[in-house]
């Protein structure tokens, strides 16, 4: 069966109903229930946290990956009820961060390229590479995923450059 509706149409109980019963609908998409509770106009925040709360008891681990594949939609779903001052927001940013990198250890995934960090979206209506895949690190690339555990790839590269620079600098001296 087919819900045959967006998620951000729906009443909460015809939320209820389609997550209780997830598994009957070929076309039910997690990703899409969480970004409909931000889009749907018709919901009370009460409602909303309500049906996010339901949705926990079906999708917690669907849920937990959504830091990996949409962190900023992971942000606005825990803090639905709640505005976020500027500092509070960059400590939960620093605690997805941290999350991500150990989702990724514990499935020992190798590659960064997930949800949004896969595609370009630069946000300009007009842009031909919107919705393109793109790969990590790419000129196309408008976000990537980082770690305080990463070692910088052209550190080496720096440093022997550094070095020599100061060998030449030693060696006008001398004279």
Known sequence: MKINKPFNQLQKEEYLYFIENHKQYSDFN??????????????TMEDKTEIRDFAHQY????????????PLTYLKVVHLETELT????????????????EILKDKKIKHRNFGVYAKHNC??????????????????????????????????KNKVKRLAKE?????????
Do not use: H, V
């Open 59 to 70: 999708f917690q681990k669907t849920f937990d990956f959504l830091q990996l594949k949409d």
């Open 86 to 101: 500027p500092q509070e927001e960059l400590a939960f940013w620093e605690i997805i961060r941290e999350n991500q990198e």
């Open 123 to 156: 946000g300009y209506d007009y842009c031909p590479y919107n919705g393109l895949m793109i790969k990590q690190g790419s000129n196309l690339a408008e976000s990537c995923m980082f770690f305080k555990s990463d070692r910088n790839r052209d550190e080496k």
């Open 30 to 43: 997690t990703l899409g229930l969480y970004r409909s509770l931000l889009e749907n106009e018709q919901l």
């Open 167 to 175: 060998q030449r600098d030693f060696k006008n001296k001398r004279i």
